[in-house]
């Protein structure tokens, strides 16, 4: 049974930092292209940042570039984000997503992705 199971999420004020996990399990994780989605209530789900299976390549939204950093550790499979300088606007729910066939073109396409988890809050206050 494959698991992904997201923490880390929480309340912090505006210019604060966060740190979400994503554990994997169910799945040769080190094969998988790795990404962070978020969504908030009425607004469509936004890609946040991508991995490739080794690690070599990273993908992020404009808007988290220099902000954001997304990381694996494929021995402990696990995924990473480190949120820094982080504004209200970053308030959404997050989840992280694997795809098995590597990281689509363009990485966002969220129906590429195969499995997902059921998401950590994340609440900013200006």
């Known amino acids: 049974q494959v698991q992904l199971v997201e923490s880390g999420g929480g309340s912090v004020q505006a210019g604060g930092s966060l740190n979400l996990t994503c554990a994997v399990s169910?799945?040769?994780?080190?094969?998988?292209?790795m990404a962070w989605f978020r969504q908030t209530p009425g607004k469509e789900s936004e890609g946040v940042a991508a991995?490739?299976?080794?690690?070599?390549?990273?993908y992020y939204a404009d808007s988290m570039k220099g902000r954001f950093t997304i990381s694996r550790d494929n021995s402990k499979n696990t995924l990473y984000l480190e949120m820094n300088s982080l504004k209200s606007e970053d308030t959404a729910m997050y989840y992280c997503?694997?795809?098995?066939?590597?990281?689509?073109?363009?990485?966002?396409?969220?129906?590429?992705?195969?499995?997902w988890g059921r998401g950590t809050q994340v609440a900013v206050s200006s």
């Open positions: 991995i490739s299976p080794g690690g070599s390549t990273t």
């Open positions: 997503a694997a795809d098995q066939t590597g990281c689509p073109v363009p990485w966002t396409r969220r129906n590429d992705y195969n499995y």
């Open positions: 169910g799945l040769t994780y080190r094969k998988y292209c």
